[in-house]
């Protein structure tokens, strides 16, 4: 075969499932891949990567042309040293749809207090009139392929948009703000917060005790970002005195989540174990497929990690 050797290097459980559709979509854009997990790593042009998988070290692969990853997340291996190659990240239809979906969720779980009626006791009617999202503000911490679709969503409902990116952006129906100069005012309107950040050396401990502090009294932080996003002990602290009045984390420095961990037992907390969103192996194949077609045609390929930047 004359086509390009593309190695999946991720969990077994992950090429069950992906490796149908991206033969399928592989042959849909017309590239005669030969796709295997056991290639010679210097007969490799492409590698199909997840950070959890057998592979660390990819100075065997001399003559690759991208390492391709599945998950959008890239914290796992962007400061990888024996990665002299481009790496693109994934940017998936599905992946971002099932995001939408739990933040939406979330906020509205939130807004509309659907936890007093879930626990309502028998015989209490107290009509309470829900509020209307109009009245209530929104900031997305990251307006990026994730951030910026959950905003857009949010704001269909008529929720009062904010987001936060590092650079400038001009989105309809959203207050943009950027930079270290606009946080304090993304923050000061985030009655409910969510943080759609990639973990990076400047977002790191981002929502510390000060920033935490900077939020509206009684406002909800919601992570499903990245678990280092937020300082845990200040978020603790901030529940314990009602400054945030309740936390729903997805993501968490450790993960699985320690059992004896404060955020399972905490009253204020709701944990999710990391499934916000995945990338689906139909839509994500397609991903991959297009930008081997790009690397075969010699044409850019898609959603490249700034290495710099750190996503
Ligand atoms: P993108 O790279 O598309 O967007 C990142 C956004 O964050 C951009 O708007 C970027 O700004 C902004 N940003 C980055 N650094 C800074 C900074 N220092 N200051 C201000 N803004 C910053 O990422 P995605 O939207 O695709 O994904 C976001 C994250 O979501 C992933 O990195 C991953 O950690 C998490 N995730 C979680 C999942 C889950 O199941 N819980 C599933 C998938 C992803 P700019 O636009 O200016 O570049």
Known sequence: MNGPNVLFAARPDRWDETRGPLEAALAEAGVAADLATDHAPDTVDYI????????????????????????????????????TMPLARMVDPGLTEGMVEYVTAHVLRHHLNIDADITRKPGDWTPVTPPL?????VTVLGLGALGSACARALAGLNF??????????????????????????????????VALLPLTPATEDLLDADRLARLPEGAVVINPGRGALIVEDALLAALDEGRVSHATMDVFRTEPLPQKHPFWH????????????VSRPESCAKVIAENIRRGEAGEPFLHLVDRQAGY
């Open 133 to 137: 999202a109009r009245d209530r503000k």
């Open 266 to 277: 905490h009253p204020s907390v709701t944990v999710t174990p990391h499934i916000a969103s």
């Open 48 to 83: 199909v990567y997840a950070p959890n998988g057998p592979l660390q070290d990819f100075s065997p692969f001399t003559r690759c042309k991208a390492v391709l990853n599945l998950w959008a997340g890239v914290e796992d291996v962007v400061d990888n040293p024996t990665l």
């Open 160 to 193: 009062d948009v904010a987001g936060w990116s590092r650079s400038p952006k001009t989105l309809p129906g959203i207050t943009c703000f950027h930079g270290d100069e606009g946080l304090a005012d993304a923050l000061a309107r985030a009655e409910i917060c």
